[in-house]
């Protein structure tokens, strides 16, 4: 099977053509609910989840990012029965993980600001990579330790604090006009990852050269982090217009390097 390409076809037909335990990765965000009406694509949930398990590795993790629409004054829950099915299938939940939107769309209404979504992280088993994004610890020094001596007695001794700590499951980001992403020519497609969003994910759970896939490519992003990241990808993405729109942003990007490092 062909690397470093988006299948202009429903992703359903790209993961039929790939054998068992094929990527070792996979990121993606659906078109859920029906938010959006992507030329009214359909959308076959079960399957689709069927086969992201089938062609993940043992140890591979599924990012997938998803919130709810607000339907007859009630959220849908669409993404809490898709992460139930998906830990029906065999899935592990191994992480429910928020994207925070630190600038979401204002609403109006009866509901506090929509500001964040879901990212849950599912694996084949256990996680075979985790490479946890570390931050500064605010207070360093000295610290008090609780300890139980050999007599039983508790006592209390003076460890340094380590000055990294790994980050909480709640990721940050500020999103829209050229800040999730530089490239102009993105913003024709109504819902991009932000390009950091994918960064993050990417390197936390995959080693260099891993094979990462994205089935609903949309504009490329996937695809473009992956090459920053010197992973190996693949897409599916459904709709012409946006392969078109996906290629020429990775044209714009990579006239120069991508050739000299074999990824495309
Ligand atoms: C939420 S968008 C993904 C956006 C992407 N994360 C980005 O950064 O641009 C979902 C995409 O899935 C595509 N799509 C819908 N049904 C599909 C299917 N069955 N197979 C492949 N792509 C599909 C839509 O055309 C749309 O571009």
């Not at 829209?176 to 950091?196: L, V």
Request: charged content about 25%; aromatic content about 16%.
């Amino acid at each position: 099977m062909e690397l470093q390409k988006i299948y202009n076809e429903d992703c359903l037909f790209t993961m039929s053509k790939m054998p068992n335990d094929f990527v070792d990765f996979i990121i993606t965000s659906p078109p859920y609910d029906d938010l959006r009406n992507y030329n009214g694509y359909k959308f076959e949930f079960e399957k689709i989840a069927k086969e992201l398990f089938r062609i993940l590795k043992t140890g591979g993790v599924l990012i997938w990012v998803v919130g709810d629409k607000t339907e007859d004054g009630s959220e849908t829950g669409t993404s809490f029965k898709q992460a139930l099915y998906f830990k029906e299938i065999g899935f592990n939940l191994h992480d429910t993980m928020i994207y925070y939107k630190n600038n979401p769309m204002p609403t109006t209404g009866n509901r506090y600001h929509q500001h964040f979504e879901y990212m849950f992280a599912f694996s084949k088993n256990t996680p075979k990579t985790f490479n946890p994004i570390k931050e500064e610890t605010k207070y360093k020094g000295l610290a008090n330790m609780k300890n139980r001596g050999e007599n039983g007695n508790l006592d209390y001794k003076k460890v340094e604090r380590t000055s990294e700590k790994k980050l909480g499951n709640v990721f940050f980001y500020s999103i829209g006009g050229g800040i999730s992403t530089k490239d102009k020519i993105a913003y024709q497609h109504p819902a991009i990852f932000p390009e950091q969003l994918v960064y993050d994910q990417i390197i936390t759970w995959t080693n260099e050269f891993d094979l990462v896939y994205d089935p609903f490519m949309g504009s490329g992003t996937t695809a473009k982090v992956a090459i920053l990241s010197n992973r190996q990808w693949i897409g599916s993405e459904i709709s012409k217009e946006y392969v078109v729109l996906a290629e020429q942003r990775l044209k714009e990007n990579f006239s120069h390097n991508l050739f000299q490092n074999g990824f495309i």
